[in-house]
């Protein structure tokens, strides 16, 4: 049940930015190019796949997402698709690859002031080191997100 309860939480708070930078950006689709459109559709089609658990699709998309974003130099977007790829890496449990792409988005968060980015990637970072029995950088990771 706690395993199931975390799981849960962890998809939330994932979900949490890319949902409010969606709201946020409503004309994103009548402003920007047309790479900048692809890579918002595909980034709303990495979510959806990772709503409904298919992690591997997920990722598969979100690396073309994080291409785009690259190319574009929208360190907003790849820092999501990073939060995005650890978390999806972190389902099918792979921590060391989750960790590298959130340690990946933790300093572009920073650099673009997303705070709430920041706070959800030091919670994501936490989790995989509560699994690994390393409950000092978990708290410590956790503690930074408040």
Same mark, same amino acid.
């Given at each position: 049940?706690k395993k199931i309860?975390?799981? !849960?939480?962890?998809?939330?708070?994932?979900?949490?930015?890319?949902?409010?930078?969606?709201?946020?950006?409503?004309?994103?689709? =009548?402003?920007?190019?047309?790479?900048?459109?692809?890579?918002?559709?595909?980034? =709303?089609? %990495?979510?959806?796949?990772?709503?409904?658990?298919?992690?591997?699709?997920?990722? =598969?998309?979100?690396?073309?997402?994080?291409?785009?974003?690259?190319?574009?130099?929208? +360190?907003?977007?790849?820092?999501?698709?990073?939060?995005?790829? %650890? !978390?999806?890496?972190?389902?099918?449990?792979?921590? =060391?690859?989750?960790?590298?792409?959130?340690? +990946?988005?933790?300093?572009?968060?920073r650099a673009v %002031?997303?705070?709430?980015?920041?706070?959800?990637?030091?919670?994501?970072?936490?989790?995989?080191?509560?699994?690994?029995?390393?409950?000092?950088?978990?708290?410590?990771?956790?503690?930074?997100?408040?």
């Amino acid at each position: 049940m706690k395993k199931i309860l975390t799981s !849960f939480l962890t998809l939330g708070i994932w979900l949490t930015p890319l949902t409010v930078m969606l709201m946020a950006q409503p004309s994103w689709g =009548q402003t920007q190019n047309s790479r900048s459109q692809e890579a918002q559709r595909l980034l =709303q089609q %990495g979510i959806m796949l990772t709503l409904q658990q298919q992690y591997q699709q997920a990722i =598969q998309i979100l690396e073309q997402v994080l291409t785009i974003v690259r190319e574009l130099k929208d +360190q907003k977007r790849e820092a999501t698709a990073l939060l995005g790829l %650890g !978390f999806n890496y972190n389902r099918l449990g792979e921590r =060391q690859k989750a960790l590298d792409f959130y340690n +990946q988005a933790l300093p572009l968060s920073r650099a673009v %002031g997303d705070r709430s980015c920041k706070a959800v990637t030091l919670v994501n970072i936490g989790v995989p080191f509560q699994s690994t029995n390393r409950p000092i950088e978990a708290i410590t990771n956790l503690e930074q997100s408040l």
